[in-house]
């Protein structure tokens, strides 16, 4: 053998055993990375079915929300038979889950709302034409709710490197305070229709309720004294937009005593709503009843195009000048100095404020043979912003 043969062996020997060991490190390095798949694997497995079996065990525990005949929660059979037979046994001592029902209250001789009639309240109230479902709505706990509102600007101005700063002005800091009044409902029904096994006795007392407390509500919003219950927009002194100030609800004249002027009656609804600031204008809304929204729908504008649009989908507001209608009945007519239509934005301008427990007193004795139920809640509302909400004035100036 040569020395260059001996040389060239000897070069491709560690070659081979470096090649070796790669491939057996390859190879259980592929075998380890297996194992670790399959561990992991098997502990998704086994974590899934802890998942399941946990779900399963929950669902099982929880009681279904369904209005089916089989639907036992306590509460609900409780209220029930408090509301049918005065049977207040199964209300003692009871927890109960919803907000609306956490307590009973025995000794003020009444008790909470079951949950789901409260719920059903609460969304036919939203859902009537009452300021409620374009103003602001909050749920307090104590007797009055407080909103601060900074109406006022902060001042500013130009200075120069080497200038003093001279001080500005401070914004000032507005509390409102609405404080909450008791809305009551008392509808009646024969003890014969409450023994009838088949009469849907929380249906009937929601539906009672909600038509009651909505009638009072949307009254109030609008034209209530803040005497014993909540004030209303229009109850606020209101003068002439160039002379409007805070505490006071300012107003765009029509030119004509009662009436829109003759001339160019679309006029003062355009300054109606100009007369809004431009930050409120987006969400703002027109609020008048149907007497005058059938007046203001008969207008058009110097091309002939009507003012007024019906809303495209159903269930969508109709439409003034693009803003949304609001037709709420308890506005006032067309008249001498009646303020007829609102401009504004309710979500600032208006704040209702209420308690969410809903409480009913069972009184057999009152009205014999029929039993009275005594419903109650407690609901406050104001202004909250006077520059949010202007308003139309039938008068010459």
Same mark, same amino acid.
């Given at each position: @053998?040569?020395?260059?043969?001996?040389?060239?062996?000897?070069?491709?020997?560690?070659?081979?055993?470096?090649?070796?060991?790669?491939? %057996?490190? =390859?190879?259980?390095?592929?075998?380890?990375?297996?194992?670790?798949?399959?561990?992991?694997?098997?502990?998704?497995?086994?974590?899934?079915? *802890?998942?399941?079996? /946990?779900? *399963?065990?929950?669902?099982?525990?929880?009681?279904?929300?369904?209005?089916?005949?089989?639907? #036992?929660?306590?509460?609900?059979?409780?209220?029930?038979?408090?509301?049918?037979?005065? #049977?207040?046994?199964?209300?003692?001592?009871?927890?109960?889950?919803?907000?609306?029902?956490?307590?009973?209250?025995?000794?003020?001789? &009444?008790?909470?709302?079951?949950?789901?009639?409260?719920?059903?309240?609460?969304?036919? !109230?939203? %859902?009537?034409?009452?300021?409620? %479902?374009?103003?602001?709505?909050?749920?307090?706990?104590?007797?009055?709710?407080?909103?601060?509102? #900074?109406?006022?600007?902060?001042?500013?101005?130009?200075?120069?490197?080497?200038?003093?700063?001279?001080?500005?002005?401070?914004?000032?800091?507005?509390?409102?305070?609405?404080?909450?009044?008791?809305?009551?409902?008392?509808?009646?029904?024969?003890?014969?229709?409450? #023994?009838?096994?088949?009469?849907?006795?929380?249906?009937?007392?929601?539906?009672?309720?909600?038509?009651?407390?909505?009638?009072?509500?949307?009254?109030?919003?609008?034209?209530?004294? &803040?005497?014993?219950?909540?004030?209303?927009?229009? /109850?606020?002194?209101?003068?002439?937009?160039?002379?409007?100030?805070?505490?006071?609800?300012?107003?765009?004249?029509?030119?004509?005593?009662?009436?829109?002027?003759?001339?160019?009656?679309?006029?003062?609804? =355009?300054? !109606?709503?100009?007369?809004?600031?431009?930050?409120?204008?987006?969400?703002?809304?027109?609020? @008048?009843?149907?007497?005058?929204?059938?007046?203001?729908?008969?207008?058009?504008?110097?091309?002939?195009?009507?003012?007024?649009?019906?809303?495209?989908?159903?269930?969508?507001?109709?439409? !003034?000048?693009?803003?949304?209608?609001?037709?709420?009945?308890?506005?006032?007519?067309?008249?001498?100095?009646?303020?007829?239509?609102?401009?504004?934005?309710?979500?600032?301008?208006?704040?209702?404020?209420?308690?969410?427990?809903?409480?009913?007193?069972?009184?057999?004795?009152?009205?014999?043979?029929?039993? !009275?139920?005594?419903?109650?809640?407690?609901?406050?509302?104001?202004?909250?912003?006077?520059?949010?909400?202007? =308003?139309?004035?039938?008068?010459?100036?």
């Amino acid at each position: @053998m040569t020395e260059t043969e001996t040389k060239s062996g000897g070069s491709q020997a560690p070659a081979v055993e470096v090649k070796q060991a790669l491939n %057996s490190f =390859l190879s259980d390095f592929r075998e380890f990375q297996a194992d670790v798949k399959s561990r992991l694997q098997q502990q998704e497995e086994r974590l899934t079915m *802890l998942d399941r079996k /946990s779900q *399963l065990n929950g669902a099982a525990r929880r009681p279904a929300l369904s209005h089916s005949a089989d639907f #036992d929660a306590p509460h609900k059979k409780a209220f029930a038979a408090y509301l049918r037979n005065g #049977d207040d046994d199964g209300l003692r001592g009871l927890e109960l889950e919803g907000k609306a029902l956490g307590t009973s209250v025995a000794a003020e001789g &009444g008790y909470l709302v079951d949950p789901e009639t409260s719920e059903a309240i609460k969304t036919v !109230l939203k %859902s009537t034409a009452s300021i409620r %479902s374009i103003a602001q709505v909050v749920t307090v706990e104590s007797t009055s709710y407080d909103v601060l509102v #900074d109406h006022t600007d902060i001042g500013s101005g130009w200075s120069t490197e080497t200038a003093n700063q001279v001080e500005t002005d401070t914004p000032q800091i507005e509390r409102v305070s609405i404080p909450l009044h008791e809305l009551s409902a008392m509808p009646k029904a024969s003890q014969r229709l409450l #023994d009838d096994s088949a009469f849907d006795i929380e249906g009937w007392l929601a539906e009672r309720i909600a038509d009651k407390f909505a009638r009072a509500e949307a009254a109030a919003f609008i034209a209530g004294d &803040g005497v014993d219950k909540p004030k209303g927009f229009l /109850s606020h002194p209101h003068v002439a937009e160039s002379a409007w100030a805070w505490g006071r609800l300012g107003y765009v004249a029509t030119g004509m005593e009662g009436d829109f002027d003759a001339v160019s009656p679309s006029d003062a609804i =355009l300054d !109606l709503v100009y007369s809004l600031g431009a930050e409120y204008r987006a969400g703002a809304s027109f609020v @008048m009843n149907s007497r005058t929204a059938g007046a203001v729908r008969k207008m058009k504008d110097a091309d002939g195009r009507f003012l007024w649009s019906d809303g495209l989908a159903a269930g969508e507001p109709a439409r !003034l000048l693009g803003y949304p209608v609001l037709i709420a009945e308890d506005m006032p007519d067309i008249a001498p100095d009646a303020t007829a239509i609102a401009f504004g934005n309710f979500q600032a301008g208006y704040t209702v404020a209420e308690r969410p427990d809903l409480r009913v007193l069972r009184d057999p004795f009152s009205a014999k043979p029929h039993v !009275l139920f005594y419903a109650t809640k407690r609901v406050g509302g104001d202004v909250s912003d006077f520059a949010a909400i202007k =308003l139309l004035k039938f008068s010459a100036s």
